[in-house]
């Protein structure tokens, strides 16, 4: 058994970024820039009416003051408008400042009669008007490589007039779930059975990672089925297995891996929940005509039709093999702790950690064990209590749980002490 920072280390260690890709911003929300971009306009362009109202000159404007309005500047055409005192000029938000103009009087602010204006309140110079630069000076680095694209990234790509990015590679995810006694949601349950429900708590998280699934399959504790299903799935670039990894007579994953030639890196590591967690990596041959339409005739057995199937299984390269533990809670925690920054480095993002909040703890815990535990519990109003049964099976608890607290081997926090935790909402 590892070490949970020794397990994570060599997996980051071993998996790589993919060849990176250039996308519509439309399509580009939560991937990871792959170079810096700059702004090439300042933002905003020129100077602009914050409101819709008059330009006028500050100095020559007083409550009472009556004004002559002399031409109208709309928003979307510089009409290079001049102004002298004593005049205004109708404007609209975002127009351009006419010359001479140094001030924008609301138009709430104004009494207008025919082509005159009583100014109603006082004017102070520069009010209301939104300077060039102000917000963004041309030159300045407005995404870094590795930062995530979030919406407001993408609006402000937009905003330079960047209609297309260079992003990391896209990660393409098998799901393989394993166990006799599992039935899939919808159909009917024998005495004994359970549903089969890791298929879509890993689906959901990958989709949350931004992998792409293209194989969600199930298979039977049998060691023909298993590794005939585990070759369909090295033709991604990640395979996850969830079950069958354990010490008992029913645990095939990792000897049918080493049986097709895979390398299992690490298989135990000291966490919980999540003890029997494995990594491994398979070559993967090149495709040949024959294996796509192999791989074709593999896809079509999906199990989600709703999975998408565009065919873009990884070219010949490696496999990465992440067996998770058949517990759901184990394989939700250790697929956020090995799996999750598997994915975003390869990716190409910077930033692996799950974010990270201060909260002020509900209760006493203590960590006997000598595995680094993670308690699952509910961060709220900046206080985190651990929720439900610290099981492995107990999928209720999680569900209502929205952070994590790491306990170190023999760590020990006190009710009201401030720990960090991770959080994944
Ligand atoms: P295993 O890791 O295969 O020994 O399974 C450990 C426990 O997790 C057993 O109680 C299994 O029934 C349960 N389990 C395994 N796989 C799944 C799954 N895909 N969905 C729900 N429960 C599972
Ligand atoms: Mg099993």
């Known amino acids: 058994m590892i070490s949970e ?81 004593g005049e205004a000029i109708r404007i609209f938000t975002g127009a351009p400042m006419p010359q001479g103009a140094d001030a924008i009087v609301m138009q709430e602010d104004v009494t207008r009669g025919g082509d005159e204006i009583v100014i109603n309140t006082d004017v102070k110079g520069g009010e209301f008007i939104r300077r060039r630069a102000c917000d963004l000076s041309e030159g300045q680095r407005i995404l870094a490589k590795g930062e995530r ?9 937009a905003s330079q007039g960047i209609d297309d990015v260079t992003v990391g590679g896209e990660v393409n995810a098998a799901i393989l779930s394993t166990g006799d006694e599992l039935v899939k949601p919808g159909e009917k349950l024998d005495p004994g059975q359970i549903y089969e429900s890791n298929s879509a708590l ?8 931004g992998a792409a699934v293209n194989l969600v399959e199930h298979c039977r504790d049998e060691r023909g089925s298993l590794s005939k299903a585990i070759k369909r799935g090295m033709k991604n670039h990640i395979l996850i297995i969830s079950g069958g990894v354990s010490v008992g007579e029913h645990d095939l994953v990792k000897d049918a891996l ?22 491994g990596r398979m070559q993967q041959s090149k495709p040949s005509p024959q294996s796509s339409q192999r791989s074709a005739r593999s896809r079509s057995r999906e199990a989600d039709t709703k999975a998408r199937s ?50 002020r703890l509900a209760v006493d815990l203590t960590n006997q064990g000598d595995r680094a535990h993670y308690i699952r519990g509910k961060l709220e109003h900046g206080k985190f209590s651990p929720v439900g049964r610290q099981e492995s099976h107990a ?20 009710a009201d002490e401030i720990v960090d935790v991770q959080i994944w909402d």
């Open 5 to 85: 920072e020794e397990a994570r280390k060599k997996i980051l260690e071993t998996v790589r970024s993919l060849p990176s890709r250039r996308l519509s911003i439309s399509r580009a929300l939560d991937c990871f820039a792959a170079e810096d971009y700059f702004a090439r306009l300042p933002q905003p362009a020129f100077d602009n009416s914050a409101m819709d109202g008059y330009a006028v000159i500050a100095n020559s404007c007083a409550r009472g003051k009556r004004l002559r309005v002399t031409a109208e500047q709309p928003a979307g055409r510089d009409k290079q408008l001049r102004i002298s005192p």
């Open 395 to 414: 999928l209720f608890g999680l569900s209502q749980s929205n952070a994590f607290l790491r306990l170190g081997l023999g760590q020990s926090f006190r």
């Open 149 to 157: 694209l979030r919406a407001a990234t993408i609006a402000l790509l």
């Open 202 to 209: 890993l689906r959901a998280l990958l989709h949350r990672c």
């Open 310 to 359: 565009k065919g873009a299984v990884a070219s010949s390269g490696c496999c990465f093999i992440f067996g998770l533990p058949g517990n759901p809670v184990s394989a939700f925690v250790t697929f956020l702790q090995f799996v999750r920054p598997a994915i975003l480095k390869m990716m190409g993002a910077i930033n692996l950690d799950l974010p990270q909040l201060p909260a």
């Open 258 to 279: 080493r049986e097709l030639g895979a390398e299992v890196d690490i298989w135990r590591v000291a966490i919980k929940p999540g003890k029997p967690f494995l990594f």
